[in-house]
């Protein structure tokens, strides 16, 4: 993958603008920073709001994934010497992990609906 040279950050071809001179290997972002080309003209430029929604969507994605992980770790580590709230803490962790699955398998298709909305 080619390298942008004013950030030094790896892009797929596509977030890079076109043209020769000050414009060459520089992607959309530094493009736009730097005054080289306008918002218009770069078709694959993510902008703040666009950033802070699609990590919103993935965060909502993968949050009870790791919340579970995290539930059993704190089970294994300390949970179990407790006496009354071992065994509901057990109970939880294991309807979580039959849950989450099924819950992340069928939200698929609306995660992807979501993410072709947000992406430009």
């Known amino acids: 993958m080619p390298v942008c040279r004013m950030c030094k950050q790896n892009y ?15 992607c959309s972002r530094c493009g736009i920073e730097r005054g080289l080309v306008g ?3 770069t ?10 929604a699609r990590l919103s969507l993935y965060t909502r994605r993968h949050l009870p994934w790791v919340s579970v992980v995290l539930g059993w770790f704190l089970y294994i580590a300390i949970g179990r010497g ?11 962790l294991a309807l979580s992990t039959i849950v989450i699955p099924v819950r992340h398998l069928m939200g698929s298709a609306r995660f992807r609906a979501e993410l072709s909305r947000i992406t430009p």
């Not at 977030?15 to 414009?23: A, T, W, Y």
């Not at 078709?43 to 802070?52: A, K, Q, R, T, V």
């Not at 407790?82 to 109970?91: A, R």
């Open 43 to 52: 078709s694959e430029y993510y902008s703040d709001e666009i950033l802070n």
């Open 12 to 26: 797929p071809q596509s977030q890079f603008i076109k043209g020769n001179g000050p414009r060459y290997q520089v």
């Open 82 to 92: 407790i006496e009354l709230w071992s065994g509901l803490f057990f109970g939880v």
């Open 39 to 41: 918002q218009e003209e």
